[in-house]
C-alpha cells in the first residue's frame, strides 16, 4: 500500500548526525500563513538543536519562497528545499523525508500551527512507549473542525476499536526508522487524499500506536478564503476509482468480518459518500449519473448489514439509494440535506423515533424504517455556558435540544449515592437556567453528603406520535478556577459542609462533592503564613514575634471561628487571633507567640462553623513545606 517501492533518490544516510524530530513542511502559495506556522517550530519548548526544520516549496508564486529563504538566514536548524510545482503535498513530503535525520518526523502542514510543547511531549512519549506513530490532541480554528476529538492519553490503542483510525492524515509524530522499514511514502500529484494510503498502511502496519491527549498539540486552521484542499471542487467519477484501489490495498490486509467493517465505515463517512451533498446536487443529471455508477462498485462491495448499521440515516439512505439504483430518491434526500434541516422526525408509539426524510413510509416508493431509525442516535446537544457561585446557591446557564424536535420541558438532573433529583428550570430565547441550593435540592431538604453528578435533560415532541427524553452530562465550556475552588456551603438546617465541583477525567463532566474535605482540590489550599518579627535570640522570648496567615476561603459565614494554632504530635496551643476580611473571600489572620508554650510546632488555622470543624495546615511561604516556629524557653525575670 506503500505509494512509492523504494526511498527515494538521496535519502541521507543512517550515519549522519541525528535530530531528535525533522518536521517537514509542504509550502505552495501559504506565504499569509508561515509566520503563524513555522513560527510555532521556532518557539518550542524543544531545544532548536533537536529540531531539523525541512520546509519544501513546491513551486509557491506568492512569495512563500522567498520568506522562506530569509527565515533560513536566522535560524540554522531550517533548511529549505525548492521545487517546481508538482499538483499536491505528496511529492514535497516525500521530498522532505529524503532528507529528514531526525529519530522521528512530523508532517505539519503550512497553514496549521503546533502547541508550544507538542514536540517535546510527542518524543518523549514515543521514547517512553517504543510508539512507531504517537497522535497528539487535534485542535480546530478559524471554522475548521478538529477530525477527532481525542480525549484519552492511552500508551497503545489499536486501530479497530479506538477513534484514531478516524483521522488519516499525515498531522502526526512517525518513527523514521519505522517508515523506511515499511517503504511508506506518499501518492504524488494528487489534491484530495494523497495522505491516505499512507496513513492506512502506517495505522495497520505499527507496532504501536500511542495518543497524548492531555496537551493541544495541532491547530487545524481554516483558511480565511476557504482553500483548503478538502473544501475544492474535484474530477468526482475519477476521484471515486482512485478512492476504490485504496480501499482495495486495505481489503487486501483486513479479511472480510468485523474489524474490517469498523474501518469501512469511517471510509463511508468520508470518502466514499462524501461527495453525494453540494458537488452532486451542481452537475446536470449526467455528472449526477456518473457519479453514482462511480461509487456503486464501492458499496457493492464495502456495504455491510454491519456497516449500513452503524451509519446516521443520512448516510444510511445514501448509501442505500446508490445500493439500489434509486437516483431520484438519492438526489431528494441529498437536497433535503444542503437546504432546509429535515422536519421534525416521527416518533413511533413504542418510542422508535425516525428522521423526517423524503419517501418515510411512502405507499409508492417505499425505502426500508431501518434507513431511517434513528432512536439510538437520538443524542442531546447541550453547551454549559456559565456556571458560578451566588450566595452559597450554584447558577447554571446553557443551551440544550433535541436536534429536530420541539422541546416542551427541561431539568437539572442530580444523581449520586442511588438517588436522583430533578430540579426545574427556566427557558429563555432558547437558553435554560438553573439553580442548585445544597439546602433544598433533594426535593426540598438539604443534599446528602457524597459525589453527585449533573445532567440536563430534554423532554421534547415531534411531528407525531409521543414525547422523547434525553439527558446528558455537563460539559463546561472553559474551566473556571475560581467556581471550582472548594468553598464552605450551608445546608439549611443541616450541617454546614465543603463542596467543590470538579471536571471528571477524561470527559469533563461537571460534579458536585460534598464534604470531599478535599480529596480533589484542598479546601484553603492557598493557605500561606509566615513568621512576623522574629527575636533575633533564643532566650530574648516572643513578645514581638507574630504570626501571619492569609487564605481563600469561600462561602465562608460570617459567625464562622478561626483561629491560628501551634500544634505536635501531642499538644495543641490556640492563639489569640484577628481576623481581617478583604475582597475576594481573601481572610487575612495574625496573632502574637506571646505566652506560646516552649517548643517546636507546625502552624494550622481551627475553622469551626456549626458542627463543621476543620483543621488547616499553613505552608510556608514559598508553599513547599509546614510553616514551622520554634518557640524558645521564656526570659527569666532580673
Not at 450551608?490 to 465543603?498: E, L, S, Y
Amino acid at each position: 500500500m506503500a505509494a512509492t517501492d523504494s526511498p527515494p533518490p538521496g535519502h541521507t544516510s543512517a550515519a549522519a548526525p541525528s535530530a531528535a524530530v525533522s518536521v517537514i513542511v509542504p509550502v505552495h502559495n501559504t506565504r499569509r500563513y508561515l509566520d503563524r506556522s513555522l513560527g510555532s517550530v521556532f518557539t518550542q519548548t524543544l531545544p532548536q538543536h533537536r529540531i531539523e526544520v525541512i520546509a519544501v516549496d513546491d513551486g509557491s508564486t506568492d512569495g512563500s519562497g522567498r520568506w522562506l529563504s530569509e527565515a533560513a538566514r536566522t535560524h540554522p536548524n531550517l533548511t529549505v528545499l525548492h521545487r517546481p510545482a508538482s499538483g499536491g503535498a505528496g511529492r514535497p513530503r516525500n521530498t522532505g523525508l529524503a532528507h529528514a535525520t531526525g529519530d522521528f518526523v512530523f508532517f505539519l502542514d503550512s497553514d496549521d500551527r503546533l502547541g508550544p510543547e507538542a514536540l517535546a511531549r510527542l518524543t518523549q512519549m514515543a521514547r517512553t512507549h517504543g510508539s512507531d506513530i504517537v497522535y497528539g490532541r487535534i485542535v480546530g480554528a478559524d471554522g475548521r473542525a478538529a477530525p477527532v476529538d481525542l480525549r484519552i492519553t492511552s500508551p497503545r490503542v489499536s486501530p479497530f476499536d479506538s477513534p484514531v483510525y478516524w483521522s488519516l492524515a499525515a498531522y502526526k509524530l512517525f518513527r523514521r526508522s519505522f517508515l523506511d522499514r515499511h517503504r511508506l511514502r506518499f501518492v504524488e500529484g494528487r489534491l484530495l487524499a494523497e495522505d491516505l494510503p499512507f496513513g492506512i498502511a502506517a495505522l495497520l502496519r505499527a507496532d504501536t500506536v500511542s495518543v497524548l491527549a492531555d496537551y493541544d498539540c495541532y491547530y487545524l486552521h481554516g483558511r480565511d478564503d476557504d482553500s483548503n484542499a478538502t473544501r475544492q471542487d474535484a474530477d468526482w467519477p475519477e476521484y471515486l476509482s482512485y478512492i476504490a484501489t485504496v480501499l482495495a490495498g486495505l481489503a487486501a490486509e483486513v479479511p472480510p468480518g468485523k474489524d474490517r467493517d469498523a474501518l469501512m465505515v469511517r471510509h463511508f463517512h468520508g470518502e466514499i459518500l462524501m461527495p453525494f451533498a453540494a458537488p452532486y446536487l451542481a452537475r446536470a443529471p449526467a455528472g449526477r449519473r456518473d457519479m453514482a455508477n462511480a461509487a456503486r462498485p464501492l458499496v457493492a462491495r464495502y456495504l455491510t448489514d454491519r456497516v449500513l448499521a452503524a451509519l446516521p440515516p443520512r448516510l444510511r439512505l445514501r448509501a442505500h439509494c446508490l445500493r439500489a439504483g434509486l437516483d431520484d430518491a438519492l438526489t431528494a434526500v441529498i437536497r433535503t440535506d444542503t437546504g432546509a434541516r429535515p422536519g421534525p422526525p416521527h416518533v413511533d408509539p413504542d418510542g422508535r423515533v425516525y428522521a423526517a426524510y423524503p419517501y418515510f413510509r411512502d405507499p409508492v416508493r417505499p425505502l426500508p424504517d431501518a434507513c431511517y431509525d434513528l432512536t439510538q442516535r437520538l443524542a442531546l446537544r447541550q453547551r454549559l455556558t456559565s456556571y458560578r457561585w451566588r450566595d452559597g446557591t450554584l447558577h447554571l446557564h446553557g443551551t440544550a435540544e433535541l436536534p429536530g424536535l420541539i422541546a416542551h420541558a427541561t431539568e437539572l438532573v442530580l444523581r449520586g449515592r442511588g438517588a436522583e433529583y430533578r430540579l426545574p428550570t427556566r427557558r429563555v430565547d432558547g437558553a435554560w437556567h438553573a439553580t442548585l441550593d445544597p439546602a433544598t435540592a433533594a426535593d426540598g431538604a438539604p443534599l446528602a453528603d457524597g459525589i453527585w453528578g449533573l445532567k440536563v435533560a430534554v423532554t421534547a415532541r415531534g411531528a407525531t406520535g409521543p414525547a422523547v427524553r434525553r439527558a446528558a452530562w455537563l460539559h463546561p465550556e472553559t474551566e473556571d478556577p475560581t467556581t471550582l475552588a472548594p468553598r464552605v456551603l450551608g445546608r439549611g438546617p443541616a450541617t454546614p459542609t465543603v463542596g467543590g465541583l470538579f471536571l471528571s477525567h477524561p470527559h469533563g463532566h461537571l460534579h458536585l462533592d460534598l464534604d470531599g474535605r478535599g480529596v480533589r482540590r484542598p479546601v484553603g489550599g492557598d493557605l500561606r503564613g509566615r513568621i512576623t518579627g522574629r527575636p533575633t535570640g533564643r532566650t530574648r522570648g516572643t513578645g514581638r514575634t507574630g504570626l501571619t496567615a492569609c487564605l481563600t476561603l469561600p462561602g465562608c459565614p460570617a459567625d464562622a471561628e478561626l483561629q491560628l494554632i501551634l500544634t505536635d504530635a501531642t499538644r495543641m496551643a490556640g492563639l489569640r487571633t484577628s481576623v481581617e476580611r478583604g475582597a475576594g473571600d481573601r481572610l487575612t489572620l495574625r496573632a502574637r507567640l506571646r505566652g506560646a508554650p516552649r517548643g517546636t510546632w507546625q502552624v494550622a488555622v481551627r475553622f469551626a462553623a456549626g458542627a463543621l470543624r476543620l483543621r488547616l495546615p499553613v505552608e510556608a511561604p514559598e508553599g513547599r513545606e509546614p510553616l514551622t516556629v520554634t518557640v524558645p524557653p521564656r526570659r527569666p525575670r532580673s
